[in-house]
């Protein structure tokens, strides 16, 4: 005997995946997170309602209207306080500190940087960067130390930057 189907989708129908759910599940708390974190925030003292100060003492109705008017006038408001401080004084901004000289390499150390400069300008940056570092290497004074950085600056980048030969590519 054949088999009777009245529902002719429903060996195709799977489960829903769990992960729809759980997502809906988020959505539904993040939203009611922002729901409560709105309708909870302290209000800012510029949408505050202002208070309203009392009126000044009116004479009741219940007093007798015969009695006489006060003839003491009302007591004048008090002074406005003055500052005791003296205003502050400006004073002129400090001059800049002058840059310190740049100390100029020694007679040694630019031989060595107009060999390194050679190499460059002949497009050997591989032999520029090794004889820049073993510059560096030698503990120079401060002018041939800083100008071997830049030029080992721009060597770095011209081999970064460029197809050449380096070691590190």
Do not use: H
């Not at 004479?59 to 003296?86: E, I, V, W």
């Amino acid at each position: 005997m054949s088999e009777i189907r009245l529902d002719p989708g429903a060996s195709e129908k799977r489960p829903a995946n769990p992960w729809f759910w759980s997502a809906i599940a988020g959505c539904l708390v993040l939203m009611v997170w922002g729901l409560v974190a709105l309708t909870s925030r302290p209000k800012s003292d510029a949408s505050a309602p202002k208070a309203i100060p009392p009126p000044a003492a009116a004479p009741s109705p219940a007093a007798p209207s015969n009695s006489a008017p006060p003839t003491a006038k009302a007591a004048p408001p008090p002074p406005l306080p003055t500052p005791t401080a003296a205003p502050a004084v400006i004073s002129p901004p400090a001059p800049a500190p002058t840059p310190t000289p740049v100390p100029l390499p020694s007679a040694a150390g630019n031989a060595s940087l107009a060999e390194a400069e050679q190499l460059k300008s002949a497009d050997d940056y591989s032999g520029a960067r090794a004889k820049l570092l073993q510059i560096l290497a030698a503990n120079p004074d401060a002018g041939t130390r800083e100008r071997a950085e830049t030029l080992l600056g721009e060597v770095g980048i011209g081999l970064v930057t460029t197809p050449r030969q380096m070691p590190e590519k």
